[in-house]
């Protein structure tokens, strides 16, 4: 990285890096590491190899988040629990919150988790990360919330996922809407609309901390072996800043 990170604030559950920049975005990475508490065994009883799988992290996007984040001289928070512990972009009622099954791999730490576990989770981990956010955004109500995430080229038994990368959004698309026309001008790229997820699942970070505010947002999704390398992403990051501050100057109001 050429730009050094400022104003580090740390927590069990999360790290806010650029807390004193002063771009026009906050950037998050709810999937960043596949960190599991000593508490909890370290692994969720998985071997090391499903624990480097996609449905433990997202692959590269840390990285690049932080890269992105540089560019934009925007502050970054990023969750430091794997998604497996409870899954910080999911609401709090959802059922796919604290997972048992994922992509083939049964989760033993998990398997018996009642709803006291659940809520201690919650408390423990997912509430501190979604209350950093929120402490950000009072700091600069005006922000625009840009969520980075990767996706696995295939999952088990399905078709390859075409695409290069994803723009996600709900109904408020205004910023979606801008770097997908900027984006569609960048002839290498195959990007989907609302691909390879849908756009909104009620509850998620996107809902409660861009759509309920009514803040321009976006959720960016990179194909993983596209960011696995270290230079890759800070290049992906490059390349994505100008776009999205373009972008968000095209955008309505």
Same mark, same amino acid.
Request: aromatic content about 6%; hydrophobic content about 40%; overall charge negative.
């Given at each position: 990285?050429?730009?050094?990170?400022?104003?580090?604030?740390?927590?069990?559950?999360?790290?806010?890096?650029?807390?004193?920049?002063?771009?026009?975005?906050?950037?998050?990475?709810?999937?960043?590491?596949?960190?599991?508490?000593?508490?909890?065994?370290?692994?969720?009883?998985?071997?090391?190899?499903?624990?480097?799988?996609?449905?433990?992290?997202?692959?590269?996007?840390?990285?690049?988040? %932080?890269?992105?984040?540089?560019?934009?001289?925007?502050?970054?928070?990023?969750?430091?629990?794997?998604?497996?512990?409870?899954?910080?972009?999911?609401?709090?009622?959802?059922?796919?919150?604290?997972?048992?099954?994922?992509?083939?791999?049964?989760?033993?730490?998990?398997?018996?988790?009642?709803?006291?576990? %659940?809520?201690?989770?919650?408390?423990?981990?997912?509430?501190?990360?979604?209350?950093? +956010?929120?402490?950000?955004?009072?700091?600069?109500?005006?922000?625009?919330?840009?969520?980075?995430?990767?996706?696995?080229?295939?999952?088990?038994?399905?078709?390859?996922?075409?695409?290069?990368?994803?723009?996600?959004?709900?109904?408020?698309?205004?910023?979606?809407?801008?770097?997908?026309?900027?984006?569609?001008?960048?002839?290498?790229?195959?990007?989907?609309?609302?691909?390879?997820?849908?756009?909104?699942?009620?509850?998620?970070? +996107?809902?409660?901390?861009?759509?309920?505010?009514?803040?321009?947002?976006?959720?960016?999704?990179?194909?993983?072996?596209?960011?696995?390398?270290?230079?890759?992403?800070?290049?992906?990051? %490059?390349?994505?800043?100008?776009?999205?501050?373009?972008?968000?100057?095209?955008?309505?109001?």
């Amino acid at each position: 990285m050429t730009a050094k990170c400022k104003a580090i604030m740390t927590h069990t559950s999360y790290h806010i890096e650029g807390a004193d920049r002063k771009g026009r975005f906050v950037v998050t990475c709810d999937h960043a590491t596949n960190s599991v508490p000593d508490a909890l065994g370290g692994t969720l009883g998985l071997p090391e190899a499903d624990m480097a799988r996609h449905i433990a992290y997202d692959i590269g996007a840390l990285g690049t988040a %932080r890269a992105l984040a540089e560019a934009l001289d925007s502050p970054l928070v990023w969750s430091d629990f794997s998604r497996l512990v409870i899954d910080p972009n999911r609401g709090e009622d959802d059922p796919t919150l604290l997972m048992r099954l994922y992509d083939g791999s049964v989760i033993p730490g998990n398997r018996h988790a009642g709803p006291e576990e %659940r809520a201690r989770r919650i408390e423990a981990y997912w509430r501190p990360y979604h209350d950093a +956010v929120a402490g950000l955004f009072e700091t600069r109500p005006d922000a625009a919330l840009v969520s980075v995430h990767s996706f696995t080229p295939q999952l088990r038994g399905r078709l390859p996922r075409p695409w290069h990368l994803g723009i996600l959004h709900a109904w408020d698309a205004r910023l979606s809407d801008a770097l997908l026309e900027l984006l569609a001008q960048q002839p290498d790229l195959v990007v989907g609309r609302n691909q390879p997820y849908p756009g909104h699942l009620p509850g998620d970070s +996107v809902h409660q901390h861009a759509l309920l505010h009514g803040r321009h947002n976006t959720l960016i999704e990179l194909r993983n072996d596209l960011i696995a390398e270290p230079q890759a992403q800070e290049d992906w990051g %490059r390349r994505l800043a100008p776009l999205l501050k373009t972008a968000l100057a095209r955008a309505p109001d």
